[in-house]
């Protein structure tokens, strides 16, 4: 019997999760060829909720068994340390994997671009792990500082200080700050004493948005306590300071840091082209240029907007609607059919500030928008999250049942 050819995706996230069951549908009649995905979690992580199970625990996971049960794609769980292009293999430590078609959908990591201090004493908010060690961690601040008696050292114990002032850095700075109101309430601590400060190197919040939802989420976060520190950046950070850049020193126990992003050096190792923030250079069918059996979707790929000639955003609606194109593309490459180049769609864009709170704006059709503050934002957003989940369930061609 000959063996099945192999269509590899590697990661789970919004593309690749999306790739894999448009791949199972699109190849179900195809027996001789095998889907296969590869994460290091045996969960799909909803990353734009990260915000909140990193203060309320919420469930941000979906087990990929429940995903894919019953579709023609084979799970593995490891983590994917090389990737040679020149024999078609994967390798996940010391196994590996053919393959005929690869989708590559790793997404990213944080990035703490080197400055001194940092990475040791600072919390990322990039995986799950990151934002259960952070609830730990907040849960325990807020019942340790009850027993705090001097005012100064409880002060340092409430000074947060986030850096990044983009979509993640402003969504858990305003979660936080409903938190600590419940937090000082329990403990009796006057709620003066708490300091949130977002460290922003920009002119703005959430700069890849319109200047008019920059301004509109500036003035909520205010509403909210929060202070902006705005054309400023941290350079260095020991266990009770951070130093900024116009020179400040502010005492704090606690730094968040969603200040950055990059991609794994996995690509640049294997030889692959590429461009700003490591992410790889691809064409306008999302292939990795060079490579013609390689595909690149999600935080992973540098698409180009071919209208604006501009990066697309790293963002999880690109991630999806890059992991449904490959998918077309890869079949379309196999049977000879038309590929079809990217043109990114933003349907909309949607910040969450607590829990009853959101501002942004939808598409509608015939080029109009919707924009929204508020408490019908924050059902808008649940809305746009329920959709993912529902899409999914939609691809995998079943009812996920929790
Ligand atoms: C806190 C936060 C809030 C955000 N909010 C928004 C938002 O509101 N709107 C928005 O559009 N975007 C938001 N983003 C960005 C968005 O989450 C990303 O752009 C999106 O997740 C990218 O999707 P992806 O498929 O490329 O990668 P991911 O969703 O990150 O998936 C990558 C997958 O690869 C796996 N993986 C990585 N390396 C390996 C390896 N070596 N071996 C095996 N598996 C591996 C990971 O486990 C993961 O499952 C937010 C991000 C964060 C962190």
Redesign the pocket.
Known sequence: MQAKKNIVV????????TAALRLARLFHKHHDYQIHL????PY??L?????EAAIRKTEVTIPIDRIIQRRNILFHL????RIDSATQTIF?GSKSLSFHYLAI?????VNFHNIPGLRENSFP???LSDAQLIYDYITRLCARVVSESSENRRRDMLRFVIGGGG??GV??AAELAEHVVQCTHNSHVNPHEVEIIVVVSGSRVVPRMDESFSTRIYKKLIEKGIKIVSETKIVSRTADTVTLSSGKVLRTKTVIW?GG?RI?E?ARRSGMKIGQLGRIIVDTFLKVEGYPTIYA????ALAVNPCSKEAV???????LQQ?RLAANNIYADIFGGMRKPYHPKLLG????LGRHLAVGWFALPFFEKITFVGFLGSLLKAAVQGKHIFLLRKESGKWITY
């Open positions: 590697m990661g789970a996230g919004y593309g690749g999760i590869i994460d290091r979690n799909h992580t990353k734009t909720q990260l915000h490891g983590e994917v340390t996940m959908a790793l997404g990213s990591q908010l990039q995986t979509l993640s969504e858990f969603a992003i794994q996995l979707i999600g935080d992973n955003p790293a963002a999880a609606q690109f991630a992991g864009e949607v910040v969450g």
